[in-house]
Structures are given as C-alpha cells and as structure tokens.
C-alpha cells in the first residue's frame, strides 16, 4: 500500500513562483532496467536540494505546464532546466507521469532527443525513459516519431543517453506492434553494439532490450546478421561480468534459428557452453543444457562438437543433482550425444556449412 505525506512549500523555477504540495511516495513502480541518475547534475547546494525534493513531490497544474513551455525556449540553459526537472519529477511519482504527458511535453522532450547538445539530449531521452514508465503514456510515444530519435540517441548519444535509450526501447517493446517498428528503425545493431562495447550496465540493458525485441523472427534474424553472437558468448564466457545468465538467456531463444546456431558454433560457443554446465549456478546450468539440446536435436556434426568437449561427465552430474527441467534436458542429451554419430542425415550436413 503506498503512503504519503505531504507539505506545503514554495517554489521558484525561472523566476515564477509557485505554491507546492509535496508528496513522499514509497512505491516501487521505478524498473530495474532503469539508468536515471538524479545524482550526476552539476548544481549549487541549494538548486540540490530543491531538486533531491523533485524527485518525491506531486507538483501543481501550473508549474508543469511552465516547465513544459520552458521546453520550447530559446535558451538552451532553460530548456536544460526544464528537462531535467521533467525527468526528476518523473522519475518516482506515477501520477506526475501522467500530468506531464496530458501537459504536452513528450513532443517537445522528443524534439530534444535531436539537439546537438549531447546534455541536453541525455535530458531529453531519461525524461521520456521515465514518462514511458506509465500504461497511459506509451501509446503516444509509440505513435510519435519518439522511436526514430531515441534510435539517434542510442547512436550518437552520451554512455548514459544510449543506456537510458536502450531502456525505452524496451520499455515501448512491452506493446506488442512496437517490436516490429522498433526491429525496422536499426536499433538491433546498436543495441548488439552496446552489448559488445558498453559499460556494464549498458551491457545489461542491452541485453534485456535484445531479449524483448528478439521475440519475433525478423528481430532474431537482425539480431545474428548484427553479429550478437560474438559478444554473447564472449559475456558467457566471463564469470566475472555478472553477465553470464543475460547473455544466456538471449541465446536461448536465437538459437532455434539455423543461423543462429552456425554464428554460435563459428564463435566458440559449444566450449564456453560446456563449462557452464561445470562450473556454473544451477540456473546457468539449466540454461546451457537447453542451448545445447536444441543445437543437437537436428545435427550429429553437433553432438560430435558437444561430445568432444567432454560434455557427457558434467552432464550426467547434472542429471543427478540439477534442478528437475534441468534434470530432463540432461538426460535427453545424454542420451542423444550417445546415439551412433555415423549416417549424418542431410539437414545435419546442411547445419554444419
């Protein structure tokens, strides 16, 4: 149940005064897949603190209105102004979502997606990053030329832009005709871009974006042409990056694809696969026993691969301690690594080119 306490203060933003009721909201309705960062503004002790109390407050009618027409201003210092107070007022409260879309400001938070300031961009593309946090508000986004310039932003923007980019698109990916304009606009090969050379928690939200996105043929097909397999297994591979389940997770709904499966293998993906089921947490292990039933299902050119690894010891301990679904999948590999490997049918052969 939310609570809220709320008080009286006033307000001043470019230099119009307002009477404010503040309100302490204690719900979670914020995503994990979330890179807003109230913290990185350079500002004076006081713009702080007034701005660390926009992240909870409930604001009237008529300021949201005047930071929505700040959004049009001529100066670019304003116009930052306002962004920024959009995307904190955003940010927590649900109810301010709501009031700032009906307000009219995704059009021109869009438009600033496109400027050439790379802060006011970033501004820009969190406030509609939070704004598309809201049921109500994604409709609009998706009806609007939003996608195109949160793509541009992915592209062009700051670390934090393209993070935050990453994130909205995911967000608009919840609907399902979205997936599709998303998949025509060349986000998935940012997105493999940012899973390959971004900071961590770029990485992670490109991988979630990819495994929305990735629901649909076209997308799964984008995504392997974009060479998503190259860091994928790369990810998995390291332990270290906390990455090893995302990335996991993505390949396992590729890899049902032919060329899913040869971009797989030509990466050195059977090896890293196999260790998983080693060394890895149950969940990692029951997702790799997944990946490696699918690619030898068809193909005993594979199975060879997955059997020279010396995948059968591992996966027989898995059989004996792993979860139940990864129980099942073990034994069915087990027993298909286990059939004669002579007589490669002609789909098989077909899979090895």
Do not use: W
Not at 18 to 41: L, V
Not at 218 to 228: D, H, L, M, P, Y
């Amino acid at each position: 149940m939310v609570t809220e306490t709320k008080t009286q203060t006033n307000h001043s933003f470019l230099r119009q005064n307002f009477n404010i009721t503040k309100s302490t909201d204690d719900s979670t309705a914020f995503s994990d897949c979330n890179s807003d960062r109230s913290g990185e503004f350079t500002t004076t002790s006081s713009e702080s603190r007034r701005l660390l109390l926009s992240c909870a407050t409930d604001y009237s009618d008529d300021l949201i209105c005047n930071l929505v027409s700040a959004l049009d201003s001529n100066v670019i210092d304003d116009q930052k102004q306002a962004a920024m107070e959009i995307r904190l007022l955003a940010k927590n409260n649900p109810e301010n979502r709501l009031k700032i879309a009906k307000a009219g400001a995704i059009k021109p938070l869009i438009s600033l997606i496109s400027s050439s300031d790379l802060q006011l961009q970033e501004y820009g593309v969190t406030a509609i990053l939070n704004l598309s946090l809201c049921e109500e508000n994604k409709e609009e986004l998706a009806s609007s030329e939003a996608v195109t310039k949160i793509v541009e932003a992915l592209k062009v923007g700051t670390p934090t832009a393209k993070e935050n980019a990453a994130c909205t698109l995911l967000r608009l990916s919840s609907i399902d005709k979205n997936i599709s304009i998303i998949g025509q606009s060349r986000a998935i090969p940012l997105l493999v871009k940012l899973l390959e050379t971004g900071s961590i928690r770029g990485k992670k939200d490109a991988a979630t974006a990819l495994y929305s996105l990735c629901s649909v043929t076209e997308n799964k097909t984008r995504a392997v042409e974009a060479g998503i397999m190259k860091p994928l297994v790369e990810l998995m591979a390291d332990f270290s990056s906390n990455m090893v389940d995302k990335a996991a997770f993505v390949m396992s709904i590729l890899v049902d694809m032919v060329e899913a499966k040869v971009a797989m293998v030509k990466e050195g993906g059977i090896p890293v696969l196999v260790e998983i089921i080693e060394v890895g947490s149950q969940r990692q292990k029951e997702i790799a026993v997944g990946i490696l039933l699918q690619i030898c299902e068809e193909s005993v050119v594979y199975r060879t691969m997955v059997a020279r690894e010396g995948a059968i010891p591992p996966l027989v301990a898995l059989s004996q301690s792993g979860t139940s679904r990864a129980k099942q999948k073990a034994e069915t590999l087990i027993e298909l690594l286990r059939r004669p490997r002579s007589g490669n049918n002609a789909h098989s052969q077909d899979l090895s080119d």
